[in-house]
């Protein structure tokens, strides 16, 4: 049984936890200009520049996280609220298809954790990256108007997925390491948005989603959605998969 204070230290090593190095640049260049700042022009500069690194200091943390040891679920991409569960067809550049399938999207505020994840065991078959506006990520419009960068994974069932990181308001900047061919893992770090975004995630076509709008997510851990266990019966072996 969890002792009482085991909440509150894990919420001290999530906000505790080092910067993802996408925010190396920031947090540096902010030390130096406060720094410098604060010798030539005044103190006031040096508490501007300390505002500045503690605000990235927090904003790019990157905590672990341990995703749940059960086998076909679908874990969330990002933390954050789901504002919109909603049946929607992924984004054409990646060829899934014309089909709908439920579209799960998480809106992530300054104050969350930015860093996006895999969702499950599988291959990256396609990215794309596509320009478009800044409107608030927390409109549904901004799935199809805002600049993104579209994922689409094979699980080891064969069933495919999308996960699409999507530009917010403040946010200018996406920031994918996931490559077409990579295996990747359940809880796996594979990117960020800078300041304020959206996470988009589409299911397999038939799996219905377990969330609901309002909810909040944790990246890596929250549990989105379970695959059928006759989907998960099925899946190929690794030779079959690799096999032409």
């Known amino acids: 049984m969890a002792r009482p204070d085991d909440s509150f230290l894990r919420s001290l090593t999530m906000v505790l936890a080092p910067p993802h190095r996408a925010g190396m640049p920031f947090i540096i260049g902010g030390?130096?200009?406060?720094?410098?700042?604060?010798?030539?022009?005044?103190?006031?500069?040096?508490?501007?520049?300390?505002?500045?690194?503690?605000?990235c200091l927090f904003f790019f943390r990157d905590p672990e996280r341990v995703p749940p040891a059960r086998p076909g679920v679908l874990l969330a991409?990002?933390?954050?609220?789901?504002?919109?569960?909603?049946?929607?067809?992924?984004?054409?550049?990646?060829g899934l298809g014309p089909a709908p399938r439920w579209r799960?999207?998480?809106?992530?505020?300054?104050?969350d954790v930015h860093v996006n994840r895999m969702p499950a065991d599988g291959t990256v078959l396609r990215m794309a990256y596509r320009h478009g506006k800044f409107v608030n990520?927390?409109?549904d419009k901004a799935s199809e108007d805002n600049e993104r960068n579209a994922v689409a994974v094979r699980l080891e069932n064969g069933q495919t997925i999308a996960v699409v990181q999507i530009a917010g308001l403040i946010a200018r900047r996406i920031l994918s390491d996931a490559r077409v061919g990579?295996?990747?893992?359940?809880?796996?770090?594979?990117?960020?948005?800078?300041?304020?975004?959206?996470?988009?995630?589409?299911?397999?076509?038939?799996?219905?989603?377990?969330?609901?709008?309002?909810q909040?997510?944790?990246?890596?851990?929250?549990?989105?959605?379970?695959?059928?266990?006759?989907?998960?019966?099925?899946?190929?072996?690794?030779?079959?998969?690799?096999?032409p």
């Open 104 to 111: 799960v999207a998480t809106f992530l505020s300054v104050f």
């Open 77 to 94: 991409p990002a933390d954050g609220r789901v504002v919109s569960v909603v049946q929607a067809v992924p984004p054409e550049e990646l």
């Open 182 to 214: 990579q295996r990747v893992r359940a809880g796996d770090r594979y990117g960020i948005i800078r300041f304020g975004s959206r996470t988009d995630l589409y299911l397999p076509e038939g799996v219905t989603p377990l969330v609901e709008v309002g």
């Open 216 to 243: 909040s997510m944790t990246g890596g851990e929250t549990v989105m959605a379970e695959l059928s266990r006759a989907s998960i019966a099925a899946a190929p072996t690794a030779a079959a998969m690799a096999a």
């Open 31 to 55: 030390a130096v200009v406060g720094l410098l700042g604060g010798l030539i022009l005044g103190a006031w500069l040096f508490w501007l520049g300390l505002f500045f690194v503690s605000f």
């Open 137 to 139: 990520a927390a409109f």
